[in-house]
């Protein structure tokens, strides 16, 4: 169909100051998402709207018989480079852009035979799933998207007359907008509001990585013979979030607070899928986080992790693979604080262990999956939040605002892998033996879900004492071996009930949950610190409560003192030389 004849659909010029309801007569389409796209056009031709489209688009709609009319043919200009340009021309954008407030704007349309369009619809091509793929460069680049933006900003500023839209889950108010007479001007203005949102997190985005890929440059290119440095941040780092949900409160209740999700990303606590329970709290988002960043520290070593203010109570695996017997590891080590806590796997959640959190006043209950009668179990629970939550991202930036800006850091990692003993370096005492240094590694990967200063000590693959968030390292050494002294359980079964949900005031009575005599848990233990001992006597608190071995970074100026007390004792001490601080 050539452009003299598409039937011209202007607006009469008289009326027009932010009319309350604007007919939809003409709408421009092109979409990379085909999502929905069939129905949306056959709701837009049954209202009698034009739709003028491009490439691909048009295509599809022409396909399942709908009349559509080519951008080419509007244009009068071939869509040309490989489709890099199909749009960018005055007899879209003017469509786009005329101001139908003014008289003045809509003679010019009429001089130079540009009919207006009413509604855009275009969402933009994949540029973050083609960097997360692993493309090379220029794949990267031809994904950036030119021509979308532009239409998506011009349909936006002008919203007093133009609706658009970029998400495929809005095509049913579309469709139903239409029908009716039209997008009102709150309508328009909210979608506007979300275009403008949509194409800053796009070039955020774009900016980020292209930021990302000169620091990388810079890196690689060393002198002949040189290691080539590792990257710089970059120097521009651009972050987008999307309001999900306002919340009840912040972390108090004279706190506003809403949960955003990060454009593009499915997983992780933020997109968690809730089967059951109340609402999430900002605490509970939080604490979550941490719980499940925790579960997967171990690979895959079926983890249990039982969170509380952004702490660890207990964390364990299970060698033989059985989620119920991590969990009553983890939960053991502190079942006084586990109650109202956070807990986190990286396995399905079985009936059994959904048996025994059921007695235990729980917060939140996350995992990839659930057996269904685990679920119906916990479900039983009226407040307790059941939530599905896909594993974390391990890699990227933090960032964390302080005043006047942002400090940012890659998340940390076991650099140079020092998670494996292989790569540790024995300073005291005898090789550890092969159930010692499990042990020891399952201590070290754990460490740094732990708030420093941190001291961990550990046993079969489970935490027993946890000294965390102290000012000094001997604080911490002594909390972790006064903790794994004193917080003893009977059987999980005989945990504390849930007096909370029934009317009790408080947590659990310590009669329900200790033992008369608690077991020296720390004796025979093995430790880990998440920073260098930076004198013997913290080493010291530890040695006294009969730990058998300790893994640190080391690093301290006064190594070889902490070294020889280590040696004095008869303990075996390994140094990994990298840190795991978590502030």
């Known amino acids: 169909m050539s452009e003299k004849s598409v039937p011209t659909a202007h607006v009469p010029t008289e009326g027009l100051v932010n009319p309350e309801q604007v007919p939809v007569k003409r709408a421009l389409v092109s979409v990379y998402d085909k999502t929905g796209l069939t129905d949306l056009a056959r709701a837009l031709v049954d209202a009698g709207v034009e739709i003028v489209s491009t490439g691909s688009t048009a295509r599809t709609i022409a396909d399942a018989g709908l009349p559509v009319t080519g951008v080419e043919d509007v244009t009068g200009f071939p869509e040309c480079l490989e489709g890099r340009v199909k749009t960018l021309h005055p007899r879209v954008h003017a469509g786009i852009l005329a101001d139908r407030r003014k008289a003045e704007h809509m003679a010019q349309l009429d001089e130079l035979d540009v009919t207006p369009i009413d509604l855009v619809v275009v969402n933009l091509y994949p540029f973050t799933d083609t960097v997360a793929s692993g493309a090379p460069f220029d794949a990267c680049v031809e994904q950036i998207d030119i021509g979308g933006p532009s239409m998506v900003r011009a349909a936006a500023k002008n919203h007093p007359a133009v609706a658009v839209v970029t998400d495929p889950a809005e095509y049913d108010a579309v ?59 970059p120097e521009y780092v651009g972050a987008a979030y999307e309001r999900l949900a306002p919340l009840r409160y912040g972390e108090n ?90 807990i986190a796997t990286n396995s399905t959640v ?21 057996e269904d009668e685990a679920a119906r179990i916990l479900s039983t629970k009226k407040n307790l939040r059941v939530l599905v939550i896909e594993p974390p991202a391990r890699d990227g930036l933090e960032i964390k605002q302080v005043s006047g800006g942002a400090v940012i850091q890659e998340r940390d990692s076991y650099q ?29 990967e754990t460490i740094r879900a732990v708030r420093s200063n941190a001291i961990l000590l550990a046993k079969d693959g489970a935490t027993v004492g946890v000294g965390m968030g102290q000012v000094n390292r001997v604080d911490s050494c002594r909390l972790a071996v006064e903790r794994a002294n004193t917080l003893g359980l009977r059987s999980t079964g005989d945990a504390a009930a849930d007096k909370k949900e029934t009317g009790a005031v408080g947590g659990a009575d310590a009669s329900e949950i200790l033992d008369a005599q608690a077991p ?24 006294d409560a009969g730990v058998s071995a300790v893994v640190q970074p080391g690093g301290s100026i006064r190594d070889e003192e902490v070294i020889e007390a280590a040696k004095a004792a008869g303990v075996t001490m390994y140094l990994t030389r990298n840190r795991h601080f978590a502030h």
């Open 350 to 370: 079985t009936v059994e262990m959904a048996r025994q959190i059921k007695p235990i006043f729980t917060e939140v209950v996350a995992a990839p999956a659930f």
């Open 175 to 233: 469709a139903k907008a239409v029908a009716e007479g039209g997008f009102s001007l709150a309508q328009r203005r909210e979608l506007a509001a979300k275009a403008f949102a949509h194409t800053a997190a796009y070039d955020a985005a774009v900016a980020t990585w292209f930021a990302q890929q000169i620091e990388s440059d810079r890196a690689s290119s060393a002198e002949d013979g040189a290691a080539p440095a590792a990257p710089a941040l």
């Open 520 to 543: 020296e848990r720390a004796r025979g233990a093995v430790a880990a610190s998440d920073a260098f001992f930076p004198f013997a006597d913290g080493l010291q608190v530890l040695i």
């Open 253 to 342: 209740p004279a706190q506003a607070a809403a949960v955003y999700t990060t454009p593009g990303v499915t997983g992780g606590v933020a997109n968690a899928r809730q089967l059951h329970g109340k609402a999430m709290s900002y605490n509970n988002y939080t604490d979550t986080d941490v719980a499940v960043r925790a579960a997967y520290d171990h690979g895959d070593a079926v983890t249990v992790a039982v969170v509380k203010h952004a702490n660890p109570c207990g964390i364990a695996i299970s060698a033989s693979g059985d989620v119920a017997e991590a969990h009553r590891k983890a939960h053991a080590c502190d079942p006084v604080s586990a109650y109202g806590g956070v």
């Open 416 to 444: 140079a892998g020092d998670d494996d003993p292989a790569a540790w370096e024995l300073v005291s005492g005898e090789a550890a033996d092969e159930s010692t240094l499990a042990d020891l590694r399952f201590a070290w």
